[in-house]
């Protein structure tokens, strides 16, 4: 692999350490090798000790040295993989296509394979376990300030939200929201807090003053600045009194969502969890639809992979494929979306077993604050 740790899941997974800058890493016989900038060799050898460091500066030197003008990062894994006698690699599906076409001039196979390139990163080990509940906590945390706020909230004559004298936008609430999240030595990005017909759109992320009496979408999923594992919430809510309409909505998603969990263990397939959700659905009134050039009902997954990537295998949905295994930790997600009427979803966390799955998020779940 080249890739930073910052952002690729594999390289972090692989050597357990934040780096900015793309590096090499090699698997050879189930040994890890990493070359490393003089800037970050030490940090290496003391935070990857399961990895062979290798230097950086030395291999462009040798290089250089044997009449290599400007060489880069092909001239150096080249030279690394003549060393050690290998012609031919197997790279993830993201590798830079530039460096694979240089490595393929210099005589190198590069192979890419296709889905997970670490396989095993689906089935978390206790350890990973703890981390994704930690950073979980951060989630819950920004959540029950959310609640909070929302809770000291005075109604005024128009609707509107008012907090410390002023009205209460997606804005400030989302500031709110990573701001706890932040002191809890977690990073939040695209907080979703999307107020009344904007929560019919999943992935809006909310703008503009919050209303009474609507729902509210709370999507909380921050990342763990220490270990790089994500948590994942979301909670509906109505500022005062719901309408029957939407207490109905809600009590149908939450159904909906139990009926789920049920239905999860080692061995279940993915694309019928998702299909007995969508049934229980259509039976209850909603359905799922496009009706004036938009959707409307239930139109993404139940749910889906988390770890060190806020979406990762499995998935749970209409086209997904395979089973569920057990030490698998998935999001159990469902949600209705009606423009008239507002959006409803509600998220936990759930780790798959042989049996019923363990749900590892804590958070309350009440539609009236």
Do not use: W
């Not at 880069?72 to 599906?93: C, E, K, N, T, Y």
Request: proline share 4%; hydrophobic share 35%; with cysteine.
């Amino acid at each position: 692999m080249v890739a930073d740790s910052d952002h690729d899941a594999n390289m972090l997974y692989a050597v357990g350490m934040f780096v900015p800058d793309p590096f090499i890493y090699l698997r050879l016989r189930g040994r890890d090798y990493i070359a490393m900038s003089d800037l970050e060799i030490d940090r290496a050898r003391k935070n990857a000790g399961h990895c062979t460091v290798l230097s950086l500066s030395r291999y462009l030197k040798k290089l250089r040295e044997a009449g290599a003008r400007n060489p880069g990062l092909a001239h150096v894994i080249s030279a690394i993989l003549r060393q050690r006698r290998i012609r031919r690699v197997v790279v993830p599906d993201n590798f830079p296509l530039g460096l694979a076409t240089e490595l393929r001039k210099r005589g190198i196979s590069v192979k890419a394979r296709r889905g997970n390139f670490f396989p095993e990163r689906e089935q978390k080990s206790t350890d990973e376990v703890k981390k994704i509940s930690a950073a979980l906590m951060m989630a819950e945390v920004g959540m029950a300030e959310a609640t909070q706020v929302l809770r000291s909230t005075k109604i005024s004559r128009n609707g509107k939200l008012i907090y410390h004298n002023l009205p209460l936008t997606s804005e400030r609430l989302r500031a709110v929201i990573d701001t706890a999240i932040l002191r809890a030595n977690g990073s939040a990005s695209h907080t979703i807090v999307a107020g009344g017909k904007q929560g019919c759109d999943p992935h809006e992320a909310g703008y503009g003053p919050l209303r009474a009496n609507e729902p509210i979408i709370l999507d909380i999923f921050p990342r763990s600045q220490k270990t790089g594992y994500f948590g994942d919430i979301t909670r509906t809510v109505v500022r005062g009194r719901a309408s029957e309409a939407v207490r109905k909505l809600y009590d149908t998603v939450l159904q909906g969502q139990a009926m789920a969990f049920k239905r999860m263990r080692d061995g279940a397939k993915t694309a019928e969890i998702h299909k007995a959700v969508e049934d229980f659905f259509e039976k209850e009134g909603y359905k799922t639809n496009r009706k004036n050039g938009r959707m409307q009902g239930f139109f993404h997954g139940t749910g889906h992979g988390l770890g060190l990537e806020i979406h990762e295998s499995p998935r749970m949905g209409q086209h997904s494929r395979g089973k569920l295994k057990a030490g698998q930790v998935v999001t159990v997600e469902p949600g209705l979306y009606y423009p008239g009427l507002g959006g409803v979803r509600i998220e936990d966390v759930a780790l798959v077993t042989k049996n019923s799955p363990r749900n590892l998020t804590r958070f309350e779940k009440v539609l009236e604050i």
